[in-house]
């Protein structure tokens, strides 16, 4: 099989209170295996697509052929972006980003306040109607931006690179938040890996 489930690199209560257990063990067991078991059988009579990398696969959708190229784009997307997401949170996260990640937030959105609240308004179910990702994304100069992605696109498919992102699908927070989807938003801030985000973000620049 080309891909494969990565293993949680905390336990699946780590990030209690903010993220629960049930959710946590949910979302990367059942979800996340999901998506990776769907790429697989998708690709599976085309050994050449198999060999290649999760980025450069989704980053040339045309090249993927037609009939499988939807499952292709929504799974290793998906498997793409998990696969990023339980690495930028983290159990000693939270607080605020510091470095040149710090700088450049402060200077692409003035402050981390500012930053955050664009975040939200961007976060919120008028503004992501559906399901979809909220993303900081850096440009090739350094300066970053907020976007959002719909189902689940990533970033990558637009030659753009995601330094963090939250997942807006409803089994990222149901269980724990219901229909507060800006209340979940506003406690992953408290699990956000920024150690993390500042490596993709030096990784980024160079």
Known sequence: ???ELPPLPYDYNALEPHIDEQTMRLHHDKHHNTYVNNLNSALE?????????????????NSVPEDIRRTVRNNGGQHSNHSMFWEIMSPNGGGAPAGDLASAIDSSFGSFDAMQEQW???SAPGSVFGSGWTWLIAAPDGSLSVECTPN????????KIPIIGIDLWEHSYYLKYQNTRLEYVSAWWNVVNWEEA???YG???S
């Open 203 to 205: 990784a980024a620049k």
């Open 152 to 159: 689940g696109d990533s970033p990558l498919m637009e030659g």
């Open 198 to 200: 500042e490596r993709r």
């Open 120 to 122: 939200s308004a961007m």
């Open 1 to 3: 099989m080309a891909f």
């Open 45 to 61: 009579n085309y050994p050449d697509l198999q060999n290649k990398s999760l980025e450069e696969l989704i980053s040339d959708l």
